[in-house]
C-alpha cells in the first residue's frame, strides 16, 4: 500500500518528469470516488485523461484554475467525491486555497503531484507553498539519462528560456547533480559560439 489512507492531504514532487506520479496513487484507493484534475495548459495528450508515459489512461478534468472544479463538475457530484487528485499542480496558481478547503472544509482526501523547481532549480508555482498544509510529503526521483544515477533536477535541451515551456523528453532530460552542472556548462558554451557566430555573420554584411 503506498498511501495511508489516514492522510488528509498529501504532496508528491519532483523536481524530474518521472510520469505521471499520481496516478500509481489514485489507482492504489480506486475503491474510494475519485475524481482527477489537470492542467488544460499540458495539451501533449488526450484533455479528457491523464497518460502516463507507459500509455495509461486515468479520465480526468482539464482546467484552468482549481476554484472553478466544484462548479464543473456539480456541487452534488463533488460532494460525494472521497479523493481528488491534483497532477501538474505548478501550473495552479489558486492551489493553495483550493487544496486548504478541499482538505480543511470539505473532508477531501487530496493527492496533489508536480514539480518543486523548473530548470532552473527555483521554485515552481505553489507547490512548495502546500507543504505546511500536507501531512504526507514524498520526494520522489528519477534516474539520470546519462549516467543512471538518481537524477534530482531537469535539463532544458532547448535554449528557450520563458518557465513554462511544456514538453516531454524532446525538451527535457532528468539529470544527477554532475550531469545538470556539467549540462548547463556545455548549454552556455553553445550559446555563447552561436551568440560570436552571429555577430561574425553580422560583421561581414
Ligand atoms: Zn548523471
Known amino acids: 500500500m503506498l498511501l495511508n489512507l489516514g492522510h488528509d492531504l498529501v504532496l ?7 510520469g505521471t506520479s499520481i496516478l500509481y496513487y489514485v489507482l492504489d484507493i480506486l475503491v474510494k470516488t475519485v475524481a482527477v484534475i489537470k492542467s488544460n495548459k499540458d495539451t501533449r495528450y488526450a484533455l479528457d485523461s491523464i497518460v502516463t508515459h507507459d500509455g495509461m ?11 472553478s472544479f466544484r462548479q464543473k463538475i456539480g456541487p452534488d457530484t463533488y460532494d460525494q467525491l472521497d479523493v481528488i487528485g491534483i497532477d501538474e499542480a505548478q501550473f495552479f496558481e ?11 472544509r470539505d ?12 530548470y532552473l532549480r527555483r521554485s515552481f508555482g505553489s507547490v512548495l507553498d502546500i507543504i505546511p498544509l500536507a501531512d504526507s510529503v514524498m520526494k520522489l526521483t528519477a534516474r539520470c539519462e546519462l549516467c543512471g544515477k538518481r ?7 532547448t535554449d528557450e528560456t520563458q518557465t513554462e515551456l511544456i514538453g516531454g523528453a524532446d525538451v527535457y532530460m532528468p539529470v544527477c547533480r554532475q550531469h545538470y552542472v556539467n549540462g548547463q556548462v556545455v548549454i552556455e558554451a553553445t550559446r555563447s559560439v552561436l551568440e560570436s557566430q552571429k555577430l561574425q555573420c553580422g560583421s561581414y554584411t
Not at 107 to 118: E, F, P, R, W, Y
Not at 151 to 157: C, E, V
Open 12 to 18: 508528491i514532487y519532483c523536481h524530474v518528469i518521472v
Open 57 to 67: 489512461k486515468l479520465p480526468c478534468w482539464a482546467l484552468a484554475n482549481l476554484s
Open 94 to 104: 489558486d492551489l493553495y486555497d483550493f487544496c486548504c478547503e478541499a482538505a480543511d
Open 107 to 118: 473532508g477531501k482526501t487530496v493527492i496533489v503531484a508536480g514539480l518543486d523547481g523548473n
Open 151 to 157: 537524477a534530482f533536477f531537469t535539463l532544458r535541451k
